[in-house]
Structures are given as structure tokens and as C-alpha cells.
Nanobody
Framework: QVQLVESGGGLVQAGGSLRLSCAAS????????VGWFRQAPGKEREFVSA????????YYSDSVKGRFTISRDNAKNMVYLQMNSLKPEDTAIYYC????????????????WGQGTQVTVSS
């Protein structure tokens, strides 16, 4: 079983940056692909980014490509999401999610979810 805890959310002005962290506990985390999802008020949860088990492949939604960077440190059981050039439309609760797979596929559903961290971008 993998447990995930997000941190690093907060309030930032448009154009600013935040770095989200996802701390994982439980064995075999380094063998899981990990993703970030977000849910804005009144909207469905959407995919933001993902990284495979080794960190060698990363994936981004079109809305964040070029602004967000996902990374991981398996030695520390951590996954990060560096968010730059933030926009008001990035405001959402951000969730870290783990897959029971080495690599990410949009066909896979996450098996593990964190509790979420709020990101608010003011205009």
C-alpha cells in the first residue's frame, strides 16, 4: 500500500511560481508511475502531468506544457511539480496519484490518491 501526502500549495499572483511536493510512504513507490491531477470548483478532475518510475519519461497536458515540470527523487520517495508562469485558470485543488504500473498511460486509472493541496492564483 502506498500513501501520498501533498504539500506546497498556497496563494500566488498571476505569473508567479509554486512547487508542489508529494511525499510517499510504503514500499515499492519507486516502481510506480506517479501523476498530478487537479480539480477546479464546479469542474471535473483533470490530468496535469505524470512521470514514469525512473523519471526518464514525463507527460503534460496541453494547458500546462512549457510552464510546469514534474520530477521525482526515488531515494527520498518524493515527487515534485514545479509550476511557473501561473495563471488564474490554474486555480484548483492539486492531487498526487500513484499508478500500479511502471509507466504512465492515459488508459490507466490511479490506484492511490493524496488528500490534495489548494493552489489559488490571483489576477
Amino acid at each position: 500500500q502506498v500513501q501520498l501526502v501533498e504539500s506546497g500549495g498556497g496563494l500566488v499572483q498571476a505569473g508567479g511560481s509554486l512547487r508542489l511536493s508529494c511525499a510517499a510512504s510504503g514500499r515499492a513507490f519507486s516502481r510506480n508511475a506517479v501523476g498530478w491531477f487537479r480539480q477546479a470548483p464546479g469542474k471535473e478532475r483533470e490530468f496535469v502531468s505524470a512521470i514514469n518510475w525512473s523519471g526518464s519519461s514525463t507527460y503534460y497536458s496541453d494547458s500546462v506544457k512549457g510552464r510546469f515540470t514534474i520530477s521525482r527523487d526515488n531515494a527520498k520517495n518524493m515527487v515534485y511539480l514545479q509550476m511557473n508562469s501561473l495563471k488564474p485558470e490554474d486555480t484548483a485543488i492539486y492531487y498526487c496519484a500513484g499508478f500500479k504500473a511502471l509507466v504512465y498511460s492515459h488508459n490507466y486509472d490511479p490506484h492511490y490518491w493524496g488528500q490534495g493541496t489548494q493552489v489559488t492564483v490571483s489576477s
